[in-house]
C-alpha cells in the first residue's frame, strides 16, 4: 500500500544531463530533488510523516511557529493569543481533526495572511497560504503520484502512478523527430 513506512520511488537518470525530479502525491509536493547525475538513482519515501509550522505578520513584527507532526486526515488552525500580563503576543497552532482523510486542511483566526509551511524531515516542500481570517485552505493528498523531470532546461510530461514503490527512468528520446528530448518511463516491477 502507498501510505506505507517502507514505501520508496525510485528515480533513475538515464540521460546525459543532470534531472531535477519534482513528485507529487495528490496536489501536495512530497519530494523536490534538485540535481541526479547522469546514470544515479534516488528513493524518495512515500510515507504520510509531514512537519507544519505557519508564519505571519502582526504589527511589523514576524510571528512563526514550532514545526509540529502532520499527516493527511489532519487540520491545522493558526491563531494569535494576546498575552495579557506581558504585554505580547503568542502565535501558535492547534491540531485537529480534519474533514477529508486525504487531505490537510489549513485555518486562520487572524486579520493577517498566515503562511502554512509543508516540510519533510525539515526541507521546505510547499508552501499554503490563508489569505482571510476563518477562510479554509486544503492540500489534497491522495493515493496517485505525479511524476515530472527537467533535464536540460526542458520539462518532461508527467507520469502518473498509483504505485507507491513505482520505479521510473528518465531516457533520451532516440527517434529522429525526437532528437534531444527527453521522457519519464514507468518501470514494470
Keep these: 500500500m502507498a501510505n506505507s513506512s517502507s514505501s520508496l ?14 513528485v507529487r502525491k495528490g496536489d501536495q509536493v512530497i519530494a523536490r530533488i534538485p540535481g541526479v547525475d547522469p546514470g544515479g538513482l534516488i528513493q524518495v519515501p512515500t510515507a504520510d510523516t509531514y512537519q507544519v509550522k505557519a508564519t505571519t505578520i502582526l504589527n511589523k513584527n514576524t510571528y512563526q511557529t514550532a514545526p509540529m507532526n502532520a499527516a493527511p486526515g489532519d487540520s491545522f488552525l493558526a ?3 494576546q498575552v495579557s500580563d506581558q504585554g505580547t503576543y503568542d502565535f501558535d497552532i492547534v491540531e485537529g481533526a480534519g474533514s477529508k482523510a486525504d487531505s490537510m486542511e489549513f485555518e486562520s483566526t487572524t486579520n ?6 509543508v516540510l519533510k524531515d525539515g526541507t521546505l516542500l510547499q508552501n499554503v497560504t490563508v489569505t482571510d481570517n476563518f477562510t479554509s485552505e486544503t492540500l489534497y493528498v491522495g493515493d496517485t503520484f ?3 523531470a527537467v533535464i536540460n532546461g526542458v520539462t518532461t510530461s508527467t507520469i502518473t502512478t498509483n504505485n ?3 520505479s521510473i527512468s528518465a531516457l ?6 525526437e ?3 527527453f ?4 518501470n514494470q516491477m
Design 9 to 22: 520511488i525510485t528515480l533513475t537518470n538515464n540521460t546525459n544531463f543532470v534531472a531535477q525530479f519534482v
Design 79 to 81: 491563531q494569535v493569543i
Design 112 to 117: 493577517t495572511p498566515v503562511t502554512f509551511s
Design 146 to 148: 505525479y511524476i515530472y
Design 164 to 166: 507507491g514503490n513505482a
Design 172 to 177: 533520451n528520446n532516440t527517434s529522429a523527430l
Design 179 to 181: 532528437a534531444d528530448f
Design 183 to 186: 521522457h519519464l518511463q514507468l
